[in-house]
């Protein structure tokens, strides 16, 4: 595979041989929040590679006028409105997939917000942080999960997660207890946390209380996302009737919005990877990983 220089990092994409193309035109991918940024980029990679591709925007119009920039490039992909904050939106989404394609074989939860400059770390918008960028994405996986394909390619779920909302960036011996225990941890366990975060947020108290300290509702949300990344993973494990396999991938410092256009890489450096991520033959197909990408080693990933 490639190598593509950026300003400061050589970046080199994870499979180091030809993918070995398990695909079709007839294998589907829904990405989310893929008007711009690292979504477009990859649904314009998937696209590209072959795969029937549905690029989802919360708003209408700038959804079609992505469409329209793919078109102008000679990519042909689908889009429906999608707003995964919201669960009315979600509903009507899958119902119209449903209908439209039956089924799918690969979700990238993509879409996500952070309301902070880089140096900022204001938490007046955390219940929409966590509300889009751990509800949003679980809501979305489980109404989706009676239409994953079930056949040995294997579904994929990958969530474009963060590293700042990994482990080591909580304190709280507590809760990182209680995360380390992947075998006995639950969904409930994950929406306590996030219940104890906001009511910290709403006391005044999040600063005192073990929470990671950059963009802390951001890193709490991937955090969350990151754990129940796991859970549903190991739902899955071995599991030989209903293959579905459960990534994250933090992308690393990127040129979006989202950085106010500053970073390492660009959305089609990372696109490019985190398309790979998705289409791992079979047989290397992980879960429960969490894909970062290295700038001496080219990517690992972390238990
Ligand atoms: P952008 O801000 O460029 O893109 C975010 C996308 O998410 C936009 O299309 C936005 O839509 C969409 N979105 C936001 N809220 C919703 C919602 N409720 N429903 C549907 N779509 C929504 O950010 P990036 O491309 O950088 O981010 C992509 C992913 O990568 C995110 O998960 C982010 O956390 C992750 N990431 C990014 C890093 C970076 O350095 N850029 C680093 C680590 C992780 P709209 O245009 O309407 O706002």
Redesign the pocket.
């Known amino acids: 595979m490639s190598n593509k220089e950026d300003a400061n990092t050589t970046i080199v994409s994870p499979i180091y041989h030809p993918i070995s193309r398990w695909w079709s035109k007839e294998t589907v991918a829904i990405v989310?929040?893929?008007?711009?940024?690292?979504?477009?980029?990859l649904v314009r990679r998937l696209a590209e590679l072959g795969l029937t591709v549905v690029l989802?925007?919360?708003?209408t119009g700038?959804g079609l006028a992505a469409v329209e920039a793919l078109k102008n490039k000679g990519l042909h992909v689908h889009f429906d409105c999608?707003?995964?904050?919201?669960q009315n939106?979600i509903e009507k989404f899958v119902t119209w997939f449903q209908q439209a394609f039956g089924v799918v074989d690969i979700l990238i939860?993509?879409?996500?917000?952070?309301f902070n400059e880089l140096y900022e770390n204001s938490v007046e918008q955390a219940e929409t942080v966590v509300?889009?960028?751990f509800y949003?994405p679980k809501m979305l996986t489980e109404a989706l999960l009676p239409l994953f394909r079930r056949q040995t390619t294997a579904a994929r779920i990958l969530?474009?997660?963060?590293?700042?909302g990994l482990l080591n960036k909580l304190k709280n011996p507590k809760l990182k207890a209680m995360l380390l225990d992947e075998e006995n941890l639950s969904e409930s366990q994950i929406e306590e946390m996030l219940n104890l975060f906001l009511k910290d947020v709403k006391n005044g108290t999040w600063k005192s209380n073990g929470w990671p300290q950059i963009w802390t509702d951001?890193a709490v949300s991937?955090l969350a996302l990151n754990s129940y990344s796991k859970i549903l993973a190991r739902r899955y494990k071995g599991n030989d009737e209903e293959q579905i396999s459960v990534n994250c991938f933090?992308?690393?410092?990127?040129?979006?919005?989202?950085?106010g256009g500053?970073?390492l890489?660009t959305?089609d450096t990372?696109a490019a990877i985190g398309a790979c991520l998705a289409l791992l033959p079979v047989d290397e197909l992980p879960t429960g990983k969490f894909f970062v990408i290295g700038s001496s080693n080219p990517i690992y990933s972390k238990l």
């Open positions: 989310t929040g893929a008007n711009k940024g690292i979504g477009f980029a989802t925007a919360r708003d700038r999608l707003d995964i904050s919201n939106s939860n993509n879409a996500a917000v952070s509300r889009t960028n949003g969530n474009i997660s963060s590293r700042l951001y991937k933090c992308p690393g410092f990127t040129q979006t919005s989202m950085t500053k970073g890489h959305a990372v």
